[in-house]
């Protein structure tokens, strides 16, 4: 590990300041909106617009870069980040915060296929898993970081705007003066969905559920945190509750999952964190209580992210994966766009206890889900399937491909080593 961050640093400090800015517009927007007056209806379809610029930009970036270079789709995407965060305190209005979340969206994504393109050409199959890991990392402490910067101003002004916008522009720094060529982007065979689904019902399903769930964090956690009261002290720490919880809990469930039925985890970690949002919903009024049903919520569901990626690789050849990332990604963010919208109807309906009871829903309905496949074909072998990998949900398809490919590596390296230990004990025994 030391020695990815040696050999790797300006690549992964500029990830670390992509995710202060962008771990901070969410939340800054969420608490900004509601001070203007902006409705939890039009909060969410502000924060949906995010996602569906994501969702778009995923598909295009690749023929961006192949047409006109990794350096100049960065640096011409960065450039937009920082003007439409520089736009938002100027122009207070739903409409124009939508197009501009939509063009943040798109813009943030290009720069992560970039960013993690270059990564990428850097590692070889021997740091290939740590740089993963660093990587990860890197972009959980970026996004519990920048929930702390949402206290040191006054977040009516326009300097909680500026920052982010600083930020995204030093972050192009270290990248583009570190970086080297990288071989052009191949066509990836594409998977439609309904092979997607006929190949893992569970791992489409899943993914499209948590989509909504990873939405409700990402953006509208400071939604309704402003309007469930929470003071500008308080409200950094219930966002960055999630993260934390997300950073704590991927590895320990990752290798459990490595060794059981990983549609049992699937169920049981849902079930908890469906338990914990119901929690949030009825005992809502304690900050404490808050705190750790975000806590719980964030480290049971974001690492459910790389556990369905996993399940679905587990029924795949090698060859397909990358079709089946490519199609789990577009199912996730097709959900990613509609969760906070049914969020901020429910939240308009309800008052703030609706943010918890979508969760709640979405979560016991996974969980329900996935019992009900259980009876319907038996658990893969043990042989067969793939390693755990651990991504977040903001990783764009770059790093879900390394994540397959090292999965592969390591599954076929554990193989071999089974099968040299039994040729040891069957020599011993002749």
């Not at 009900?372 to 977040?392: C, E, F, I, L």
Request: proline share 5%; hydrophobic share 50%.
């Amino acid at each position: 590990m030391l020695t990815v961050f040696r050999t790797s640093w300006p690549l992964l400090l500029g990830m670390l300041l992509l995710m202060l800015g962008n771990g901070l517009q969410g939340s800054l927007l969420g608490v900004r909106g509601s001070t203007l007056g902006f409705s939890s209806v039009e909060m969410s379809l502000v924060m949906s617009a995010y996602f569906a610029g994501f969702l778009v930009a995923s598909r295009v970036t690749p023929d961006m870069i192949r047409r006109v270079g990794h350096v100049r789709v960065f640096a011409a995407l960065g450039s937009f980040i920082s003007a439409a965060l520089l736009l938002f305190p100027t122009i207070q209005d739903p409409i124009a915060w939508i197009l501009g979340r939509v063009v943040i969206g798109f813009c943030f994504c290009g720069v992560y296929v970039t960013a993690e393109s270059w990564l990428n050409n850097a590692t070889t199959n021997e740091t290939r898993g740590q740089t993963l890991s660093a990587y990860m990392i890197v972009q959980m402490i970026g996004i519990i970081t920048a929930q702390g910067l949402l206290v040191v101003p006054d977040p009516s002004g326009y300097l909680l705007f500026v920052i982010p916008s600083v930020l995204v522009s030093i972050a192009f720094a270290p990248i583009l003066l570190s970086i080297s060529p990288t071989p052009a982007f191949e066509s990836t065979k594409r998977m439609t969905l309904k092979q997607l689904y006929t190949t893992s019902p569970l791992g489409c399903v899943g993914m499209f559920l948590l989509g909504s769930v990873f939405a409700a964090q990402f953006g509208m956690a400071a939604v309704y945190a402003t309007e469930a009261g929470l003071s500008i002290n308080q409200i950094p720490i219930f966002t960055a509750s999630f993260y934390v919880g997300a950073l704590l809990f991927q590895y320990p469930l990752g290798w459990i999952s490595d060794r059981m039925d990983r549609r049992v985890l699937i169920a049981v970690t849902a079930a908890v964190a469906g338990l914990a949002s119901l929690t949030g919903m009825i005992f809502g009024a304690s900050f404490y209580v808050l705190i750790c049903a975000a806590f719980l919520i964030g480290g049971l569901s974001n690492p459910l992210y790389s556990l369905l990626i996993a399940y679905t690789n587990d029924f795949l050849e090698h060859e397909d994966m990358a079709a089946a990332s490519a199609g789990l990604l577009f199912v996730n963010g097709v959900g990613a766009v509609m969760g906070p919208v049914i969020i901020g109807y429910a939240m308009q309906v309800f008052g703030p206890p609706g943010y918890f009871i979508l969760l709640a829903i979405v979560l016991l309905l996974l969980t329900v889900y996935a019992f009900y496949r259980m009876t319907q074909r038996p658990a893969p072998s043990s042989d067969d399937t793939m390693s755990y990998q651990g991504m977040m949900p903001t990783a764009s398809m770059v790093t879900v491909e390394i994540a397959s490919e090292l999965a592969i590596e390591t599954a076929e390296a554990e193989a071999d080593e089974q099968a040299a230990q039994d040729a040891k004990t069957e020599n011993t025994s002749v």
